[in-house]
């Protein structure tokens, strides 16, 4: 008797196909699951007991939740839109320097490197009220003599949340799009001149649509960090005061770890994925049609 | 119990150093060779030198103590929740904490199980009650007892200035606070922001969640009633928040004390710039020493204020569980003790913090009294009487949760987002709902 020998594509594939099960999807089910669960981590048991939907429903008409969804939004906007034009801006410039670019590309690289914890930490000091540098400075020049409270005032703590992510991560858009100025034809460009075509003329109508994919690429990549922005907000408001800098990840860890309600924190995170596929398939589509734009398909 | 009567009698009649020698040679750990114990341990500068003395109890005992994780108390507590979750909780000794204690249900065994009575006799009765969950002794408590007290500034107390113009303005007085009124008075008078403030507090988390129901109670209130609903947002709960309300919006506390936890407050105190503070006993040798703070020479430390009905201290104590997994249990036993013990207590206290047996206690109040450090005598007499006034938080699994969401609550009503009764409610709101999806009512 001949036994069925599988095809030899699925043998191949087949290691790759039980890794990707064994870390990525098991995990994705389970999680899945224990969302229709009241699972809480110090009691074990509650991950048999089936609630349906009950999860779900609470997420759903809980205010708090939805105001952290809006507000995770308004950061993501804010912080991908000026990320982006200060990205763009440090590369424009980069790449017209012509003495000390390769140090430089070093230099607007080192915000990356520090971990998102130290960046917090940093932050925080910086944003202090009673002893942080920006109003010992602000008082020191006699600009204001009033302690700010940075970290507390609802404007303002969201500014000084979005102003550490934006230090920290401005680069990825700086170095991506100095990749996208690299790889532009000089032809175009040299035809443009013999045109007479202005500077911002140039920009607008051969650089720009050039650097649109890379753009897109990298606005998709960090859209999805940005979504999970968890450890610099946690260290410098923790979500408060009052949940005026609260976003999805600090609820949703605090649900999940502080109070140990891990299957409602799981509902949470189904729920927020909305966003980040909102984003994706948004960015997608622009860099499709980037793409297209400059004939180079779908 | 005899031998404990005459160590207790040996322990009163001599100094603290003859005492550790006679502790010392007083007990017996047992011998357990070739045993590994591994331990999760709470970290920190205050904590690490008691884990000097676990190679004395490894040469008595001939034990090994492994410790596999030292991190902060909060990290430690995600990282046990973690370990519930997964059933690995086969590590013996864990850092525990009354606040702590109720959640890890199943997790630690009973203590009482392992330990004599006269083993658990010497240990402060009330602190023993606070560790105790549904009758089982789930920690033995280690030199690390909190209840807060009043550290102050002497210097605003010696000004013939200051006391004429507060008495026109407040008309009485000025002298250290007795109740928290006085204390928001006081507080309010002295702020000079942003380069000096009255008081501050901690702003967020279970901290202020504490110290409100510590004032609650003093305001003739409670937390939750016998059922467990949340009962706070009475009248007694309204006057307590609307001291930390009048004191925020009188400019009289730092902008950003929504933000502020303990180390943030110690810190602050240090600079010089707060005037009244209530904050731990591990804090008063910082907060006197040159090195560290600017405040060193010119601290006073007095008993917590009372409220309207009551003086309260909201408390709570470090200590040391076995879990039952735990495979040998009999030298984890040993190791607990051990860290608890007499000796090792006068060893962790001598750094500042509070003791959790009565014999050290004495030893070190008698030696306070007896000794050349008029500072140290002032702060553990104010410790002492504050002790007698503290009461942990309600031995519930969910305590934690419900501070979760009653903090951003209270601090919605400090910030001006919503008025004190409005938040109030809408923290009970959510607790009532927790309680009653936890089945209390």
Redesign the interface.
């Known amino acids: 008797m001949r036994m069925r020998r599988l095809p030899e594509w699925l043998v191949l594939l087949l290691p790759a196909i039980i890794v990707t099960a064994a870390v990525v999807l098991i995990p994705l089910l389970f999680s899945l699951y224990s969302s229709f669960t009241p699972y809480k981590?110090?009691?074990?048991s509650t991950l048999w007991i089936w609630i349906g939907t009950l999860n779900y429903e609470k997420i759903l008409a809980d205010w708090n939740f939805w105001s952290a969804f809006g507000r995770t939004i308004l950061f993501l906007t804010v912080v991908l839109n000026l990320e982006l034009l200060l990205g763009l801006g440090i590369a424009l410039v980069i790449n017209r320097i012509t003495w000390g670019q390769r140090a430089l590309r070093t230099i607007i690289m080192f915000p990356m490197m520090f971990s998102p914890i130290l960046v917090g930490f940093q932050f925080k000091f910086i944003f202090?009220?009673?002893?942080g540098l920006v109003?010992n400075t602000l008082?020191s020049l006699g600009i204001s003599?009033?302690?700010?409270?940075?970290?507390?005032?609802a404007k303002l703590a969201m500014f000084s949340i979005m102003f550490a992510e934006i230090w920290m991560s401005t680069s990825i858009f700086a170095i991506l799009i100095l990749a996208g100025l690299y790889a532009i034809p000089r032809d175009p460009l040299e035809a443009a001149e013999v045109d007479g075509c202005t500077a911002w003329q140039k920009f607008r109508h051969i650089t720009l649509p050039f650097l649109m994919p890379f753009i897109f690429i990298a606005m998709t990549i960090r859209s999805l960090d940005v979504a999970r922005a968890y450890d610099i907000v946690q260290i410098m408001?923790?979500g408060?005061?009052?949940?005026?800098t609260?976003l999805l990840w600090t609820l949703m860890s605090?649900t999940g770890?502080?109070?140990?309600?891990?299957g409602l924190a799981n509902a949470m995170g189904y729920v927020s994925i909305i966003l980040s596929i909102i984003f994706t398939v948004y960015f997608f589509r622009k860099l499709s049609a980037a793409r297209n734009e400059l004939g180079m398909g779908g | 119990m005899v031998r404990s009567k005459i160590t207790k009698v040996l322990l009163s009649a001599v100094a603290v150093s003859a005492l550790t020698t006679a502790a010392h040679a007083a007990e017996d750990w047992g011998k357990f060779p070739g045993m590994t114990i591994e331990a999760k341990l709470i970290g920190g500068q205050q904590y690490e030198g008691l884990y000097g003395r676990i190679a004395d109890w490894e040469a008595a005992t001939g034990a090994k103590v492994n410790i596999i994780s030292k991190k902060s108390h909060f990290e430690i507590d995600k990282e046990i929740k973690s370990d519930m979750a997964a059933g690995t909780t086969g590590w013996c000794v864990g850092s525990n904490h009354t606040s702590f204690a109720p959640q890890y249900e199943g997790l630690y065994v009973d203590l009482k199980s392992g330990l004599s009575s006269a083993q658990i006799e010497p240990y402060v009765d009330g602190i023993i009650e606070a560790s105790t969950v549904n009758g089982e002794l789930l920690m033995l408590p280690r030199a690390q007892f909190d209840v807060s007290v009043l550290y102050y500034l002497k210097s605003n107390y010696e000004d013939a200035d200051k006391a004429k113009a507060f008495k026109a303005e407040y008309g009485y007085d000025l002298a250290v606070p007795k109740t928290w009124k006085e204390m928001k008075d006081q507080a309010i008078f002295f702020a000079d922001p942003p380069n000096f403030y009255g008081t501050q507090y901690a702003g967020k988390d279970e901290a202020i969640v504490g110290r409100f129901y510590e004032m609650v109670v003093a305001e003739g209130g409670n937390y939750l009633d016998e059922s467990n609903k949340p009962i706070f947002n009475s009248e007694a709960g309204q006057r307590a928040l609307q001291w930390f309300v009048d004191l925020y919006q009188a400019k009289a506390v730092p902008a950003g004390t929504t933000s502020y936890v303990w180390d943030d407050l110690g810190q602050g105190f240090a600079s010089g710039t707060i005037a009244l503070n209530l904050d731990w006993p591990g804090w008063a040798g910082f907060f006197n020493d040159p090195e560290s703070s600017k405040a060193a020479g010119n601290v006073g430390v007095a008993v917590q204020p009372m409220g309207s009905v009551a003086r309260t201290g909201w408390s709570g104590t470090h200590g040391f569980s076995v879990t039952n997994d735990c495979e040998n249990k009999d030298a984890a036993f040993s190791l607990v003790h051990f860290l608890t013990s007499e000796e090792s207590q006068l060893a962790e206290s001598s750094g500042g913090s509070l003791p959790t047996r009565d014999a050290v206690w004495e030893a070190n109040l008698k030696q306070a009294k007896n000794g050349d450090d008029a500072f140290r005598a002032e702060a553990l007499a104010a410790f002492a009487e504050g002790a007698n006034h503290a009461f942990a938080v309600p031995k519930i699994p969910e305590w934690g949760e419900t501070t979760n969401i009653v903090f951003p609550e209270l601090q919605a009503a400090i910030v001006g987002d919503k008025t004190v009764k409005q938040a109030l409610d809408d923290a009970a709101e959510g607790v009532d709902e927790l309680m009653r999806e936890s089945g209390y009512y």
Request: no cysteine.
């Open positions: 981590l110090t009691r074990p202090n009220d009673n002893i109003n008082q003599d009033a302690a700010l409270p940075w970290l507390v005032d408001t923790g408060g005061p009052a949940r005026r609260e605090r770890y502080v109070d140990a309600r891990m």
